[in-house]
């Protein structure tokens, strides 16, 4: 029982020779059982306040438990145990609720046998896993236990540690590796009554089980109801890992050795899941795709694939080495939309420290150009806490990835000793401190001590990481270089909804996280009080009501991105690129970035009265002017703007203020401008675009920005304008706020959200088989 890459997997195979044998295995005892009931459960971990971390609506699905049920399935369409019927249920935690008292009552009935098989269990899951399993093992239930925290501790340190040895004590089944070639056996033992305390199946790693022509795994349509895209699978078409990372647990449990399913067994599953379950995309969740022998194989058979009209899509995880040739023109072809590579850093000496030296920091630009160019963004894991990080050298860093490297997406991790890697063995060999709770060894907590930081300070890095490569500027910058490839723009656009709403809001790693956290009151871990009902209904209800108020603010946030950079047609851009190339030309005669950018510095030592006079005026450089009309407007007002000065420079009383002499320059900026304007030609230009303008709709957000010198879609005035009349409210001047203006922001938001919400919407629905879009 294992898991695969950064997900988890938990995959068994049956060799033909034990089919036929199977049956022998029982003993007559076990014929008193006409039903094999098998509970998969993939565990969740605890929060920092004990409760169990559940949402309402999950997004990564667990491949451990589709792997584990077809396997399981493949026994029962085999009649491997003759008349014994066996029934296979799935959960998984994260977005699915576990009642054990509700499963225990499966095992009343005297000829059913029910087992629960914790699987897929993660060092952080551990605690959760063990409580589930002792809650089981109170009513006479079997439980297992297996996953990348048994497997990696048992490999690399014995099984002697104390939560091994809990297990031990609880009667819970310890399983250790992959159990392919075993799985029949163990359920054998199951009926017999003679589950042994331990299986332990991965003591060489370079004689591992070969996968190729292992059962294919069933995905749960019970489960996938609790996901938020049931077109969603993930699936590993291969494992193991040739590098020798310190950090990673993949090589000491899958070994080094790439074993794979074969092309042929991974187009059967594409093929079935998309008739009976309309899956169209996948997160291939090998550890390294890019070391499959069979990797060309793969994509072609995809290619074909798609030419008979099963046109899905994928993810794939891959290193930074150098590729063949044809990998990534073969992976676009195959639908290829996004790779996650592990980068972990852009320091050198913590590649080097860490045993990753096949990342050549000089050549990533490159190698993320190459993938670009081809159509597919790129994901990036990068660990904070590398030997030679400090808090002021991570910002940096963090800094030149955005900049330089230009990832599309990144996922941030603290460097944890994981149970499993080379890492964690050596510091328990030399007795370095490492937090004793498991629930934390997550990769977003701070569990050892780093040499140039504190605790506090390794968190504050992490956390500003997120807030840095995820800020509202960053991600327009991103879209921006997407906006010609609307599926691209789309994917990218709902991960970034995903990821900020996980690591920004709900404060949980987007990897392990859902869309709305729920929290069940008596499911709390052990030394953590249950609040009694009236006190935790009102603590929830507090919680979502802050949870409403900040999804407001981000909806108006990717609102904003969502203007400035999404994806136009070519009449669209045409008409805008002219727009920009007139209106920029007579804001630069002009002067107006000029004259804007000396009254913001002014204006706040003018008075009051002088603000209220010229601040109309700042709101008119931002103006767009769209016809020739707007044009004649624009210049009657703007060149009332002189009188206006002069009327205050002659009326005011402004004695040796300096604001005096600023007024004095906005007037010579004025006035030296105005001698240069070309009325008639811009007037001609104007009459060019008649009966040529975009939806009035998009009109309505659109501004020039003087100081670029360009024009943007934003919703800032709406922001600026909300912003004043909620000052006046607090400060009681009712008299100046504006009725009518207030109206027309009210529906001009309306409008907003509407044309957002279709947008996105709509975007979703294209990502959907077409069988799914009624």
């Known amino acids: 029982m294992t898991t695969s890459g950064r997900s988890t997997v938990l995959a068994i195979k049956e060799p033909m020779h034990q089919r036929a044998e199977s049956q022998q295995l029982l003993l007559p005892q076990a014929n008193k059982y006409r039903t094999l009931r098998i509970v998969l459960i993939k565990p969740s971990q605890y929060d920092d306040d004990g409760y169990v971390i559940r949402f309402w609506k999950g997004v990564l699905p667990s491949n451990t438990l589709s792997v584990l049920r077809g396997l399981t399935e493949d026994i029962e369409r085999r009649r491997a145990f003759g008349d014994i019927a066996i029934q296979v249920d799935t959960f998984d935690e994260v977005a699915e609720k576990v009642s054990v008292e509700h499963i225990v009552t499966w095992n009343r009935h005297p000829s059913t046998k029910?087992?629960?098989?914790?699987?897929?269990?993660?060092?952080?899951?551990?605690?959760?896993?063990?409580a589930l399993g002792k809650q089981f093992r109170e009513y006479g239930i079997d439980v297992m236990i297996g996953g990348f925290h048994t497997s990696g501790t048992i490999n690399m340190l014995g099984d002697q540690g104390p939560d091994i040895q809990e297990l031990y004590q609880e009667s819970i089944v310890v399983v250790s590796g992959e159990v392919e070639g075993h799985w029949e056996g163990m359920l054998a033992d199951l009926l017999n009554g003679q589950l042994k305390p331990l299986y332990s199946f991965a003591q060489d790693l370079k004689s591992l089980v070969d996968i190729e022509e292992?059962?294919?795994?069933?995905?749960?349509?019970?489960?996938?109801?609790?996901?938020?895209?049931?077109?969603?699978?993930?699936?590993?078409?291969?494992?193991?890992?040739?590098?020798?990372?310190?950090?990673?647990?993949?090589?000491?449990?899958?070994?080094?050795?790439?074993?794979?399913?074969?092309?042929?067994?991974?187009?059967?599953?594409?093929?079935?899941?998309?008739?009976?379950?309309?899956?169209?995309?996948?997160?291939?969740?090998?550890?390294?795709?890019?070391?499959?022998?069979?990797?060309?194989?793969?994509?072609?058979?995809?290619?074909?694939?798609?030419?008979?009209?099963?046109?899905?899509?994928?993810?794939?995880?891959?290193?930074?080495?150098?590729?063949?040739?044809?990998?990534?023109?073969?992976?676009?072809?195959a639908g290829c939309t996004q790779v996650f590579v592990g980068m972990e850093s852009v320091n050198p000496q913590n590649l080097k420290v860490q045993g990753k030296g096949q990342n050549k920091v000089e050549e990533y630009q490159a190698i993320i150009r190459e993938w670009h160019d081809a159509g597919i963004a790129v994901h990036v894991?990068?660990?904070?806490?590398?030997?030679?990080?400090?808090?002021?050298?991570?910002?940096?860093?963090?800094?030149?990835?955005?900049?330089?490297?230009?990832?599309?997406?990144?996922?941030?991790?603290?460097?944890?000793?994981?149970?499993?890697?080379?890492?964690?063995?050596?510091?328990?060999?030399?007795?370095?401190?490492?937090?004793?709770?498991?629930?934390?060894?997550?990769?977003?907590?701070?569990?050892?001590?780093?040499?140039?930081?504190?605790?506090?300070?390794?968190?504050?890095?992490?956390?500003?990481?997120?807030?840095?490569?995820?800020s509202k500027e960053n991600l327009a910058r991103?879209?921006?270089?997407?906006?010609?490839?609307?599926?691209?723009?789309?994917?990218?656009?709902?991960?970034?909804?995903?990821?900020?709403?996980?690591?920004?809001?709900?404060?949980?790693?987007?990897?392990?996280?859902?869309?709305?956290r729920l929290k069940g009151r008596l499911t709390r871990r052990s030394g953590f009080s249950i609040d009694p009902l009236p006190i935790h209904l009102w603590k929830r209800t507090k919680e979502v009501c802050r949870l409403f108020v900040t999804w407001a603010g981000f909806v108006k946030e990717m609102e904003e991105v969502w203007l400035q950079t999404r994806p136009r047609s070519e009449r669209e851009k045409q008409f805008f690129d002219e727009v920009q190339r007139i209106q920029g030309e007579i804001w630069q005669t002009l002067k107006i970035a000029e004259w804007q950018k000396t009254y913001s510095d002014v204006k706040t030592a003018m008075p009051a009265k002088v603000r209220a006079l010229l601040d109309p005026f700042e709101d008119l450089s931002s103006k767009l002017l769209l016809s020739r009309n707007d044009l004649n407007a624009f210049l009657k007002k703007w060149g009332s703007l002189q009188a206006k000065i002069q009327a205050l420079h002659r009326g005011w009383a402004w004695g040796d203020?300096?604001?005096?002499?600023w007024l004095e320059q906005l007037h010579a900026?004025?006035?030296?401008?105005?001698?240069?304007?070309?009325?008639?030609?811009?007037?001609?230009?104007?009459?060019?675009?008649?009966?040529?303008?975009?939806?009035?709709?998009d009109l309505l957000y659109a501004r020039f920005d003087a100081l670029s010198n360009r024009m943007v879609c934003s919703r800032q005035d709406l922001n600026t304008f909300q912003a004043g009349t909620r000052g006046y409210l607090s400060g009681m001047r009712f008299w100046y706020i504006r009725p009518f203006r207030l109206a027309g922001t009210f529906f001009k938001e309306f409008l907003l959200i509407i044309a957002f919400a279709r947008s996105v919407f709509a975007s979703f629905r294209s990502s959907l088989p077409r069988a799914m879009q009624h």
């Not at 291969?238 to 080094?256: D, L, M």
């Not at 030296?672 to 304007?677: G, I």
Request: hydrophobic share 40%.
């Open 214 to 333: 292992a059962p294919l795994p069933v995905v749960s349509p019970k489960t996938m109801k609790h996901f938020a895209r049931p077109n969603f699978g993930t699936v590993e078409t291969s494992r193991g890992c040739p590098f020798s990372c310190s950090f990673c647990t993949i090589i000491n449990v899958q070994g080094r050795m790439m074993r794979e399913r074969s092309p042929e067994a991974i187009t059967e599953l594409i093929r079935r899941n998309f008739s009976e379950r309309d899956i169209n995309f996948y997160f291939f969740t090998d550890d390294n795709f890019s070391r499959k022998k069979w990797w060309r194989e793969t994509f072609e058979a995809i290619i074909r694939l798609r030419e008979e009209g099963i046109k899905i899509t994928f993810m794939m995880q891959v290193d930074l080495a150098r590729k063949p040739q044809e990998f990534v023109r073969l992976a676009a072809e």
């Open 114 to 130: 029910l087992a629960v098989c914790l699987v897929g269990v993660q060092t952080p899951q551990f605690p959760r896993a063990l």
């Open 657 to 661: 203020e300096p604001a005096k002499k």
């Open 478 to 516: 991103i879209l921006s270089r997407w906006s010609h490839a609307p599926q691209q723009y789309w994917n990218l656009f709902n991960v970034y909804v995903w990821y900020k709403n996980a690591a920004l809001i709900e404060k949980q790693h987007p990897m392990v996280a859902g869309f709305f």
């Open 381 to 470: 894991a990068y660990i904070i806490g590398m030997p030679f990080d400090t808090k002021a050298q991570v910002a940096l860093d963090i800094q030149y990835l955005i900049d330089e490297i230009q990832a599309d997406q990144a996922s941030f991790f603290m460097l944890t000793p994981m149970p499993g890697s080379q890492d964690h063995k050596e510091m328990q060999e030399h007795g370095e401190w490492m937090d004793p709770d498991l629930n934390k060894r997550d990769s977003f907590h701070a569990t050892t001590t780093h040499p140039y930081m504190t605790t506090e300070e390794w968190t504050a890095a992490y956390e500003a990481a997120w807030k840095s490569f995820y």
């Open 669 to 697: 900026l004025h006035r030296d401008a105005w001698q240069s304007v070309k009325v008639r030609e811009w007037q001609e230009a104007y009459s060019g675009f008649k009966g040529r303008l975009p939806s009035r709709l």
